[in-house]
């Protein structure tokens, strides 16, 4: 089992940033892949981004691209994602997701992943 408890939501003006992090324990971190994803209300959950166990790999949605960027630190049993240039349509519960995997990839398909967080919310005003 790996418990993910994610934290660092809240609200932020249009323009303005944030850093998610995704806290890990149960299981050596290293040996999984992690992915980050939203749902907004009314909405189908999407993809945000992930990394691989290691880090050297990560991947994003077209969305993000540019102003997200995930990161991990293994020693600390944690992985980021950092939010600049928010928008109103960012706004989102926004939960993180792991996934035994060694490898470079980490899927986009949220049903690939094994443990999910609780979910932090994010909201950007206008």
């Known amino acids: 089992q790996v418990q993910l408890v994610e934290s660092g939501g809240g609200l932020v003006q249009a323009g303005g940033s944030l850093r998610l992090s995704c806290a890990a324990s149960?299981?050596?971190?290293?040996?999984?892949?992690m992915g980050w994803f939203r749902q907004a209300p009314g909405k189908e959950r999407e993809f945000v981004s992930a990394?691989?166990?290691?880090?050297?790999?990560?991947y994003y949605a077209d969305s993000v691209k540019g102003r997200f960027t995930i990161s991990r630190d293994n020693s600390k049993n944690t992985a980021y994602l950092q939010m600049n240039s928010l928008k109103p349509e960012d706004t989102a519960v926004y939960y993180c997701?792991?996934?035994?995997?060694?490898?470079?990839?980490?899927?986009?398909?949220?049903?690939?992943?094994?443990?999910w967080g609780q979910g932090t919310q994010v909201t950007v005003s206008s």
């Open positions: 997701a792991a996934l035994r995997r060694i490898g470079s990839h980490a899927p986009n398909n949220g049903n690939e992943y094994d443990y």
């Open positions: 149960g299981r050596p971190f290293s040996n999984y892949a």
């Open positions: 990394i691989n166990w290691s880090g050297g790999y990560t």
